[in-house]
C-alpha cells in the first residue's frame, strides 16, 4: 500500500471528524428528547434521601452486617466509599 500525501490524509481526518461530529449531535439530540420526555426513574430501588441527621427516620434500603454502607450498597470495611449518602445503613455503629 502506498503512503498517503499530505493532503489526502488530512482530507480523510476532516471526513473522519465530521462523521463523529454528525453522530455527537445525533446522540445529544436523543439524550435531550429523553431528558424533555418528562419524570423518569433513574434507579427504582434507591431509597427516599437521607434527611439531615437527627430529623426523622431514615429509611433504609440494605442493612450492612458485614461491610458498611456506602450510597446504596454494602462495601468492605476496608475499602473507602467514593459515593455520597444513600438509603444503605450500617447495622451496628
Known amino acids: 500500500m502506498a503512503p498517503m500525501a499530505g493532503n489526502d490524509r488530512a482530507a480523510l481526518v ?3 471528524l465530521e462523521r463523529a461530529n454528525e ?3 445525533s446522540l445529544t439530540a436523543e439524550v435531550k428528547a429523553f431528558l424533555d420526555s ?5 434507579n427504582s ?4 434521601l437521607p434527611g ?4 426523622g427516620a431514615k429509611s433504609c434500603c440494605k442493612i450492612c452486617t458485614i461491610g458498611k454502607a456506602c450510597g446504596d450498597t454494602c ?5 473507602t466509599c467514593h459515593v455520597g449518602p444513600g438509603c444503605a445503613c450500617d447495622a451496628s455503629p
Open 52 to 55: 439531615p441527621p437527627g430529623i
Open 38 to 42: 418528562g419524570p423518569y426513574v433513574v
Open 23 to 25: 453522530h455527537l449531535a
Open 14 to 16: 476532516r471526513k473522519k
Open 45 to 48: 430501588r434507591s431509597g427516599p
Open 75 to 79: 462495601i468492605s470495611r476496608q475499602y
